[in-house]
């Protein structure tokens, strides 16, 4: 009976030291994941850190606390994508004004100058200069319109330009913050890639495309 007791305890530290190791294991530097960037949060071998997580993780890093860098280049990235998106939105407001107006002043200056140009002939008057003075008229009211929509325009296509560097730096801020940890656990893992603009075929034909 004594020896059963005996070699029931023994299984019972022989357990005991087992799950001890395997915890050990588990928080040994040769299980830390790959770190990566997603947009403006990480991920750890693909698996989305939570805000606290990233927050504990950043908070570390070769002993230094990056929350408040990281913090500050995810507000810029994300002023930088504001930037472009309601820059592109302005500017294609902007551009379908003025394409409004300017298709309404080449109606009105032929619809207007044709007309005054009859109207002028049937009374013997001169059909030319009522022509050109009709068109003088539908051009003084819709040319305001025009540079405004130009003006509308232009604004908008220089914020969205605008917001493309800021976005690209602060991503490789980002990126580079990323990059730091992995050097420390993971020195084999390759630097993340930063924010790229290329030009080339994309979804919708060819054009600029900024990947981050």
């Excluded at 592109?88 to 107006?101: C, D, I, N």
């Excluded at 929509?149 to 580079?176: D, E, H, Y």
């Excluded at 990059?179 to 034909?205: K, W």
Aim: glycine share 12%; hydrophobic share 50%; charged share 15%.
């Amino acid at each position: 009976m004594k020896k059963w007791i005996v070699t029931f305890a023994l299984m019972l530290l022989a357990w005991g030291a087992s799950a001890q190791i395997a915890d050990t294991t588990l928080v040994s530097p040769e299980s830390i994941g790959i770190l990566k960037r997603s947009g403006a949060r990480m991920k750890m071998d693909g698996v989305r850190l939570s805000r606290e997580e990233q927050a504990l993780l950043l908070a570390d890093i070769g002993g230094v606390d990056y929350n408040h860098e990281w913090s500050k280049a995810r507000g810029w990235r994300t002023a930088g994508i504001s930037m472009m998106a309601g820059g592109s939105a302005v500017a294609l407001f902007g551009a379908g004004y003025t394409m409004v107006y300017s298709l309404a002043g080449l109606f009105g200056i032929v619809i207007g100058a044709g007309t005054a140009a009859v109207v002028s002939g049937a009374v013997g008057g001169d059909s030319n200069a009522a022509a050109q003075s009709a068109a003088d008229n539908v051009s003084d009211e819709i040319g305001p319109h025009v540079t405004a929509g130009v003006i509308i325009t232009l604004f908008g296509a220089g914020t969205a330009v605008a917001g493309i560097p800021i976005t690209v730096v602060n991503c490789r801020k980002m990126s580079k913050i990323v990059d730091q940890y992995n050097d420390i656990h993971n020195p084999a893992v390759p630097d993340e890639a930063a924010a790229e603009l290329t030009f080339g075929p994309t979804r919708n034909g060819v054009g600029l495309a900024l990947n981050f």
